[in-house]
């Protein structure tokens, strides 16, 4: 079974505006990933976040962990066309078993 | 480096029929693992191979095998291809960090 669930399913804005998904997990982690794949190719790693953080950075991407509400999410600053895609995240329990949710299909409107 | 690299892109069987999906890596990474994604969903983890030498199962491997052929390789048969198999594999590898590299997927379709 799933261990994330991303939210919403689906996503649609304006370039420029910022983009917000939410994943919430069931059990404990080592570390949270998200990860980008654009339609029809592979998974690309975006970002790691460990248990023990709560708040990381990457560019235009600010992932927070609260591991009380086993709930992480992705924020996309002035998100542009070519952000387009699906975004997931996977979890990593600690034999370092991940489980991905279903994701989030990002639309950024030229 | 390529990476991750799968053969072949695309492939139609017949219910019954077998084949191998083939993948290797370049990047001397340790653990190898081949994914199922289907429509709306995430990917779900079928085997996996830590090391050179050692196979697990993951979520969901009835109807696979698997053979972890040496370091780089690491390739995935149907012996009897069901309908219910139709889906895009991903093969992906992992060295030392907790990041997982994928590669470009095998879509798979089961007549």
């Known amino acids: 079974s799933q261990q994330g669930e991303e939210d919403p399913q689906a996503l649609s804005i304006q370039e420029g505006e910022n983009a917000t998904m939410n994943c919430s997990y069931k059990?404990?982690?080592?570390?949270l990933q998200w990860y980008r794949q654009n339609s029809g190719r592979g998974l690309v790693h975006l970002i790691l976040?460990?248990?023990?953080?709560r708040e990381k950075h990457s560019g235009r991407l600010r992932v927070t962990l609260d591991t009380s509400k086993k709930s992480s999410s992705l924020l996309i600053t002035a998100s542009r066309a070519a952000d387009t895609a699906s975004y997931f995240c996977?979890?990593?329990?600690?034999?370092?078993?991940?489980?991905f949710g279903a994701g989030t299909r990002l639309t950024v409107k030229p | 480096n390529a990476g991750v690299t799968q053969t072949p892109k695309f492939q139609v069987l017949k219910t019954g029929q077998s084949m191998t999906l083939q993948c290797a890596q370049d990047m001397n990474h340790n653990s190898m693992y081949w994914y199922r994604q289907d429509p709306g969903m995430g990917l779900r983890l079928i085997y996996y191979s830590a090391s050179e030498g050692t196979t697990d199962k993951g979520e969901v491997p009835n109807g696979y095998n698997v053979s972890r052929l040496n370091k780089r390789e690491f390739s995935l048969r149907l012996e009897s291809a069901a309908p219910s198999q139709t889906s895009v594999y991903f093969c992906?590898?992992?060295?030392?960090?907790?990041?997982?590299?994928f590669g470009p997927g095998t879509r798979l379709t089961v007549t």
């Open positions: 996977a979890t990593a329990g600690i034999f370092n078993d991940m489980r």
């Open positions: 992906a590898s992992r060295g030392n960090s907790y990041e997982q590299y």
């Open positions: 059990t404990s982690i080592n570390n």
């Open positions: 976040i460990r248990s023990n953080e």
